[in-house]
């Protein structure tokens, strides 16, 4: 089945760095656009970013443009999600996802971001 799989998650200070990683199994991988998606605490899922199936075109929200950086390593099945420059207001739950022909959207478990001092 469709599987997708969060990690790199943490609590980082103002100006810090992380980077996120989504495994996807259950599906062709390299056929499907991948998505970031987040969600504040009490507010509503807001799209972060896009990365292509080949990788060569990428998407950004503006809230991130220019500190965001997504990435896809179509032989590991692998997303990835480096985020630079954090604010407090990137404090979310991140989440991997996919709209795959046939199934749906599709999302992972999430992985929590907390920048603060």
């Known amino acids: 089945q469709v599987q997708l799989v969060e990690s790199g998650g943490g609590l980082v200070q103002p100006g810090g760095s992380l980077r996120l990683s989504c495994l996807a199994s259950?599906?062709?991988?390299?056929?499907?656009?991948m998505n970031w998606v987040r969600q504040a605490p009490g507010k509503g899922l807001e799209w972060v970013s896009e990365?292509?199936?080949?990788?060569?075109?990428?998407y950004y929200a503006e809230s991130v443009k220019g500190r965001f950086t997504i990435s896809r390593d179509n032989a590991m099945n692998t997303v990835s999600l480096q985020m630079n420059s954090l604010k407090p207001e990137d404090t979310a739950v991140y989440y991997c996802n996919a709209e795959i022909l046939g199934r749906g959207s599709r999302w992972g478990q999430g992985t929590q971001v907390t920048v603060s001092s």
């Open positions: 259950g599906f062709t991988f390299s056929s499907y656009a």
């Open positions: 990365i292509s199936n080949t990788g060569r075109s990428t």
